[in-house]
C-alpha cells in the first residue's frame, strides 16, 4: 500500500482491497435475492409488467395504430415491442429507490453504515439484483411477445438491445438511488418516480410513431431519451440504422451515471 | 475513548454543544438525558454514521473523522430501534454482518450458531425475524453487534419499549458481554438503567454534560433512594410515619405520607439506613405489607442537579416497574 493509494479524505485510513468489495457486494447481493425468497410476490411487477403492457397495447390500441400505420395489428407488435423491451430497464429502476428508503427507515442502513465496508457496495449490490429483475422480466416479455405473434428476425440484435436497455436502466436507478436517499418515505419515493417516467415515458415513440403528434410534443420526443432508447432497440431488432439513437442513448447513459452516481454516493455517505 | 468539545449543529439546533466524555477501557459509561439531550447525536458521530461540526474524538485509539474504516473494524452498533433486516431469519442476519466484516464462511457460520445459542435464539434462528417479539428482535440486534468481537460497543437505549421482563433479559446480556471485557457507552433515560449496567455516568442536557463521575457519588448527590413502606393495617400509616421521622436518619429530605397509596416515603442514602428504617419499624412492633426501593427518576436526578426539570419528562413508568426489595 503506498500513500498515493490513499484518497485526502481517507489519511491514515486503510483503503477496502478490490476483492473485499467484491465479497461485500457479494453478500449484499445475497441478502436481496434472500428477499425474493422470503416475499415471492415483489417479482409480480417484474412478471405481470410485461404481460399486462404487451397485451393492453397490443390488443386495445395494436389494432387501430397499426392501421393508421398502414398494417395492422401485426405490424404494431412489431413497432411496439422493441419499445417494452427498452421501457423494462426503466420500469425496474424505479423500484431500486423504494426498497433503498425502506432499508434507511428501518435502521438496517445504519448498521451497514457502522461497519467496515465502501459505502459504494450498498449502492451496486442493490443496482445488481434489480438488473436480475430486470433480465427476469425481459424473458417474460420475450415470451408473452413471440406467443402474440412478435417475430424475432434478429437473434443478435435483440440481446444488444436488451444490454443497452440494462446499461440505460442501471443509469437511471443512480437517479432513483438518491431519491431513496433523500426523500421521507417509501411512498413519496414512488410518487416522485411514476410523475417523472409517466411523461417521459409515452412522450416518446415508445408505444407510437411520433409522426402524428402535434410539432410541440415532437420537440419534446425529439429529445426525449426514452425515444432514442426505443428507437435503438427497434433497429436492432428489426433492422434499420440505429448509429444516430445508439449514440443519443450511451451519452445519456454514460452523462446519467457520471452525474448521479457520484451525488447518490455522497448523499449516501452524508445521510444523517 | 476520549471525546474533547463535541459540537454538531442542526440548523439552529445545538444537538452537542461541546462534549468531553473519557471513557476507560473495559468499563461501562452510561449517558443519561432526556430525549433530545443529545445522546443519540454522540452515538452517531463515535460510530461514524455522522460528521462533527468541531470537537476530537478518539475511539479505540481511532479518529473517528480521519480513520472511520479502522475504527468500523472495532465497534459494534445498537440502535434505539433494532437493526436487522426483517425479511431474513435470525441466522442470514448474522451470516450477512459476519461477512461484511471480512470473516471466513466457515468463522461466520460458527459464530452464528455460537451467538444465537448465547442470545437462545436457536429455536427461531430460521425463521424470518418479521415474526420475532420486540425482546427477540432487540437480542438479535445486540447478537448482531457482537459478530465482530467488537472492543466497543455502543448501545443506544437498549431497553426503550420494552417490558419489564424482555428488559431484564437484554440486561442480562449486556452485563454477560461486559464480563467478557467489552468497553461500553450506554445511553438511557433510565436512572436504574444506568445503576444496573453502568459504573460511570455521564449526564447530559440539551448537549452538554451537567454531571459526571461514578454511579454511587452521582446517586448520593441526587439523594440516592427512596424507600416506599407500607403497613399491612392502614391504621399504622400515621404511627409508622412518625416512628421514622424520630429515626433522624436524613439531612436531605423529611418523611412524606402518601394516604392515596398508604404508605410514608423515607429517603434513604445508604444500606445502613435501609437497615435502620426496617429495625426501627421492627422495634414499633408494625407489620408491614411491602417494602420497595425507588431509584431517583430522571426527572428528579435532572432536579437535584440542575434546578429545573428535564426538557421532556420521560419517565413514564409505572411504579410498579420498579425494584422490589424482600422484607
Known amino acids: 500500500m503506498s500513500a498515493a493509494t490513499l484518497t485526502p479524505t481517507a489519511a491514515g485510513d ?7 468489495h467484491l465479497r461485500h457486494t457479494g453478500a449484499l447481493v445475497r441478502r436481496n435475492l434472500l428477499w425474493i425468497r422470503q416475499d415471492p410476490e415483489s417479482m409480480f411487477d417484474a412478471v405481470l409488467f410485461p404481460v399486462i403492457f404487451t397485451l393492453l397495447f397490443v390488443y386495445v390500441f395494436g389494432g387501430s395504430i397499426g392501421a393508421s400505420m398502414g398494417g395492422g395489428q401485426d405490424q404494431y407488435v412489431q413497432y411496439v415491442v422493441p419499445g417494452l423491451m427498452a421501457m423494462m430497464g426503466m420500469n425496474m429502476a424505479q423500484g431500486v429507490g423504494t426498497g433503498f428508503n425502506t432499508d434507511f427507515n428501518s435502521g438496517v442502513m445504519d448498521r451497514f453504515r457502522s461497519l467496515p465496508i465502501g459505502r459504494g457496495s450498498v449502492l451496486v449490490a442493490k443496482i445488481a439484483v434489480e438488473l436480475m429483475r430486470m433480465l427476469f422480466a425481459t424473458v417474460v416479455l420475450m415470451i408473452v411477445a413471440v406467443l402474440v405473434g412478435f417475430d424475432i428476425t434478429h437473434w443478435t440484435g435483440m440481446l444488444a438491445s436488451i444490454g443497452l436497455s440494462a446499461v440505460f436502466g442501471s443509469a437511471l436507478m443512480w437517479v432513483f438511488l438518491t ?6 418515505s417509501a411512498q413519496s419515493v414512488q410518487a416522485m418516480g411514476f410523475l417523472v417516467l409517466m411523461p417521459l415515458q409515452f412522450g416518446s415513440s415508445i408505444f407510437a410513431p411520433t409522426a402524428s403528434m402535434p410539432g410541440w410534443l415532437q420537440n419534446f420526443t425529439d429529445y426525449n431519451p426514452l425515444s432514442a432508447l426505443a428507437d435503438t432497440a427497434r433497429g436492432l431488432m428489426l433492422g434499420g440504422p440505429v448509429a444516430h439513437d445508439l449514440w443519443v442513448t450511451l451519452a445519456w447513459s454514460v452523462a446519467l451515471t457520471a452525474v448521479m452516481a457520484p451525488v447518490a454516493i455522497h448523499k449516501f455517505r452524508t445521510k444523517n | 475513548m476520549t471525546v474533547r468539545g463535541l459540537v454538531k449543529h442542526y440548523g439552529d439546533t445545538k444537538a452537542l454543544d461541546g462534549v468531553d466524555l473519557d471513557v476507560r477501557e473495559g468499563t461501562v459509561m452510561g449517558v443519561l438525558g432526556p430525549n433530545g439531550a443529545g445522546k443519540t447525536t454522540l452515538v452517531r458521530i463515535l460510530s461514524t454514521l455522522l460528521a462533527p461540526d468541531a470537537g476530537r474524538a478518539t475511539v479505540a485509539g481511532y479518529d473517528v473523522v480521519r480513520q472511520p474504516r479502522q475504527l468500523r473494524r472495532v465497534i459494534g452498533l445498537t440502535g ?7 425479511k431474513l431469519s435470525g441466522w442470514e ?10 470473516l471466513s464462511r466457515k468463522d461466520t457460520r460458527a459464530r452464528a450458531d455460537e451467538l444465537l445459542e448465547r442470545f437462545s435464539l436457536i429455536e427461531a434462528a430460521r425463521r424470518p425475524v418479521g415474526t420475532y417479539s420486540g425482546g427477540m428482535r432487540r437480542r438479535l440486534d445486540l447478537a448482531a453487534s457482537m459478530i465482530g468481537r467488537p472492543a466497543v ?4 437505549e437498549p431497553t426503550t419499549g420494552l417490558d419489564p421482563r424482555t428488559r431484564n433479559e437484554v440486561w ?3 452485563k454477560a458481554m461486559v464480563g467478557d471485557g467489552v468497553t461500553v457507552l450506554l445511553t438511557t433515560q433510565y436512572m436504574e438503567e444506568a445503576e444496573q449496567l453502568a459504573s460511570e455516568l455521564t449526564v447530559v442536557d ?7 463521575g461514578g454511579i454511587e457519588e452521582l ?3 441526587v439523594g440516592g433512594r427512596t424507600l416506599r413502606v407500607r403497613p399491612a393495617d392502614p391504621a399504622h400509616l400515621r404511627p409508622l410515619a412518625r416512628a421514622l421521622d424520630e429515626l433522624g436518619i436524613t439531612g436531605l429530605a423529611t418523611t412524606t405520607v402518601d394516604a392515596e397509596r398508604g404508605s410514608v416515603l423515607v429517603p434513604v442514602l445508604s444500606d445502613e439506613q435501609l437497615t435502620a428504617v426496617i429495625g426501627a419499624v421492627t422495634a414499633r412492633g408494625i407489620t408491614l405489607s411491602s417494602v420497595v426501593t425507588e431509584l431517583p427518576s430522571l426527572d428528579e436526578v435532572f432536579l437535584s442537579l440542575t434546578g429545573h426539570r428535564a426538557s421532556a419528562p420521560q419517565d413514564t413508568r409505572p411504579a410498579d416497574d420498579r425494584e422490589e426489595v424482600a422484607v
Open chain 1, 14 to 20: 486503510a483503503p477496502i482491497p478490490l476483492r473485499a
Open chain 1, 179 to 184: 431519491l431513496g436517499v433523500v426523500m421521507k
Open chain 2, 80 to 86: 434505539q430501534y433494532a437493526s436487522v433486516d426483517e
Open chain 2, 93 to 102: 442476519n448474522l451470516y450477512l454482518i459476519g461477512r461484511l466484516l471480512d
Open chain 2, 153 to 156: 460497543l455502543y448501545l443506544d
Open chain 2, 172 to 174: 442480562d446480556e449486556v
Open chain 2, 206 to 212: 440539551r448537549g452538554k454534560v451537567i454531571a459526571g
Open chain 2, 219 to 221: 446517586k448520593a448527590r
